[in-house]
Each structure stands twice: as structure tokens, then as C-alpha cells.
């Protein structure tokens, strides 16, 4: 079962715009993490947010946690090209399971 | 070391043949995972090791896939009888300790069944 759902599924913007993506989950989480995908490659760690933190930055990435919403945003700011990817929500189920959500296909028109 | 290496990167077979990926993780990593990934969808969880001990299975992995990690250090996903429907990118991460939970990914074995 997917743990995470991201929304939108798929975002086109123009270059040097701001991206964002949001995900809900379903249940208590101690952090949530955001994966990078580029098409056909593997995928990429590029956050992680604890259950106690509300915000945290990583170069031109600023992500949120709303624990009482049981959502999170990642935000992409000054987009460029080669930003174009998918990009995934993750959350620990069970004991050690990371599960992902469906993901949000994000392209960059130059 | 370079990361988390996946072979063959790609394999197309036949409906009915057997199909075997490797994957070797992260020479430290204690924890190996297997993921399938279809087509416009997130990665699918289908099992993880500990060492060399398989700790959790995914109803995905139906009895026609068996996953192997000998010596708690490469590890192997075998597919018998493919079908079509496994037609699919299987996912190998790694990773060293649970503390923060982040995954190394391979690049992954896309697997086409005709």
C-alpha cells in the first residue's frame, strides 16, 4: 500500500520559476524523506525531516512538515532544467519499510 | 566504492523463461532492499534483508520470485515462469543503519516479458 500520495501528479513550469509539490500520509511518522528520479535511472536521496522539525533547507530545496495535516511540501526554488524528474515522498512503515508514494512528475521548459 | 551496482540493467525475455538480477550494495551496508517499479508509479516494496536474513516479505512477491543474500553481502532476485505482468524496473537500495532510514539506490534492471 502507498503511504505517501503526492500532489500534483504531474507540474510543467517555466525555468527560474518556484516548484512545489505536497504529499499527505496516513499515519505517525518519525521522519519523512524526498527522493529525486530522473527517467530510468534510480532514484536519489535528496531530504529527510524529522517528526519534531517543521522546516528544513537544502541548497535551493525548503521542505515543510504539518504533522497534525500528516502532509509535507517540498519546494524547488529557481528552477532549471535539470530539475526535470519525478520526485517522491517517503515514509517508514512498519518496523523498516520505506514506502513511497505515486510521485509527482515535475518538467522544466527552458 | 561507486554505490549501489545492479546487473543486468536491462533484460528481455520471453513469457515462461526464468530471470535472475544481482545487486551489490554499499560494501557497509548491513540492510539490502528490493523494490519494483511499473510505469508512471512510486516504487513498490517487495522485501529487505538484514545481514543474510530475509526479515520481511511483500504479498507482491508471489511464490514465482525468490530473493537470496548468501553471505549478508550481494544479493539475488529470481523471477520463475515470468508472466507479463512482471514486466517492470526492480530496484535495488541499501542501506547502513535504520537511525535515519535513507535508502541507496542502484539504477535498476528494467525487465521486459514478451
Known amino acids: 500500500s502507498q503511504q505517501g500520495e503526492e500532489d500534483p501528479q504531474a507540474l510543467s513550469i517555466q525555468e527560474g520559476e518556484n516548484a512545489t509539490m505536497n504529499c499527505s500520509y496516513k499515519?505517525?511518522?518519525?521522519?519523512l524523506q524526498w527522493y529525486r528520479q530522473n527517467s530510468g535511472r534510480g532514484l536519489v536521496h535528496l531530504i529527510l525531516?524529522?517528526?519534531?522539525?517543521r522546516e528544513k533547507h537544502s541548497g535551493r530545496l525548503r521542505v515543510t512538515l504539518d504533522t497534525s495535516k500528516k502532509s509535507s511540501s517540498l519546494l524547488i526554488t529557481a528552477s532549471r532544467a535539470a530539475d526535470t524528474a519525478s520526485y517522491f515522498c517517503a515514509t517508514v512503515q512498519g518496523a523498516q519499510k520505506l514506502v513511497f508514494g505515486q510521485g509527482t512528475r515535475l518538467t522544466i521548459n527552458p | 566504492d561507486t554505490g549501489v551496482s545492479q546487473n543486468p540493467r536491462h533484460k528481455i525475455t520471453k513469457r515462461g523463461q526464468n530471470v535472475t538480477f544481482r545487486c551489490d550494495p554499499i560494501s557497509e551496508h548491513n540492510r539490502l532492499y528490493w523494490y519494483r517499479q511499473t510505469l508512471g508509479q512510486g516504487p513498490e516494496f517487495l522485501t529487505y534483508?538484514?545481514?543474510?536474513?530475509?526479515?520481511?516479505k511483500s504479498r507482491l512477491l508471489s511464490d514465482r520470485f525468490s530473493a537470496e543474500r548468501p553471505k549478508g553481502s550481494f544479493s539475488t532476485l529470481e523471477i520463475q515462469r515470468t508472466e507479463q505482468g512482471d514486466s517492470a524496473m526492480y530496484l535495488c537500495?541499501?542501506?547502513?543503519?535504520?537511525?535515519?532510514?535513507?535508502?541507496?539506490f542502484g539504477e535498476g534492471s528494467r525487465l521486459t516479458v514478451l
Open positions: 534483508f538484514q545481514n543474510e536474513a530475509q526479515l520481511e
Open positions: 537500495a541499501s542501506s547502513p543503519l535504520w537511525d535515519t532510514g535513507e535508502l541507496f
Open positions: 499515519t505517525s511518522i518519525n521522519n
Open positions: 525531516i524529522r517528526s519534531n522539525e
